[in-house]
């Protein structure tokens, strides 16, 4: 299970910070595993399943870090990417890192943000995405505005927050929210991705958004969004 801690008997180094072992379980066989760590292995190592993995579609293993040390999806997908002959099919993350940003369109009369929600989730909040490898997170978030909503925007310099979370299980989320000024309310959203959307004033916003990080963002943004008006 992701988060469980296990111990991990090392049978090879394939690169600076990736090895190669096995996880034994009592009367079950063992579990084949990739260890990450910036320190290095020796024969036998303790650390925490971050992520499960399957390679060339059939060859499932646990990816095992150090206690306390966080890996998201690009961080891990660089480092396999070293490995010769093998391609990383699927992944699912302990550790997961998004980008978005609150939209304000500032129309005749009033100022509104954009909200958004998704297809498989119940609240509203705003559009948001996976980072991926390579990308900035001013990149991620205006690339994911794009895809979800086909907006074009403007990241505002100074905003950043940022709210941690688990939103099932034991996945922690880590989103990185900025500030983004759309120049038309003519929204176009990504059907697979989201399911509504709804242009509403800073007053609908608090009452629309349930969670107390959103609200806390909101007001935060309130206050940049009048510094720039």
Known sequence: MLA????????GKLSRDLY???????????????????EPVNEFF??????????DESDDRVIVAPEGAVYYEPDIRQS???????RLSSIKCLYEKSCGAVIFYNGKS??????????????????????????TEQETAIREIKEETSLDVEIKEGFREVSDYCPFGKIRKHVVFFLAQAFTDNVNVQ????????????????????????LRIINKAETAIKLIR
């Open 46 to 55: 303790r650390g925490v399943i971050i992520a499960y993995a399957t390679f």
């Open 110 to 135: 009033n100022t509104r943000i954009l909200l958004v929600k998704n297809n498989n989730g119940r609240y509203w909040s705003f559009p948001k995405g996976h980072i991926e490898l390579g990308e």
């Open 20 to 38: 190669s072992g096995y996880i034994s379980a009592d009367g079950a066989g063992s579990k084949k595993a990739y260890v990450l760590s910036p």
């Open 4 to 11: 469980d801690k296990v111990s991990v008997n090392i049978f």
């Open 80 to 86: 396999v990417s070293y490995l010769k002959n093998t």
């Open 191 to 214: 059907e697979e991705e989201i399911a509504e959307y709804i242009w509403v004033d800073l007053q609908q916003a608090r009452k629309l958004c349930s969670y107390d990080n959103d």
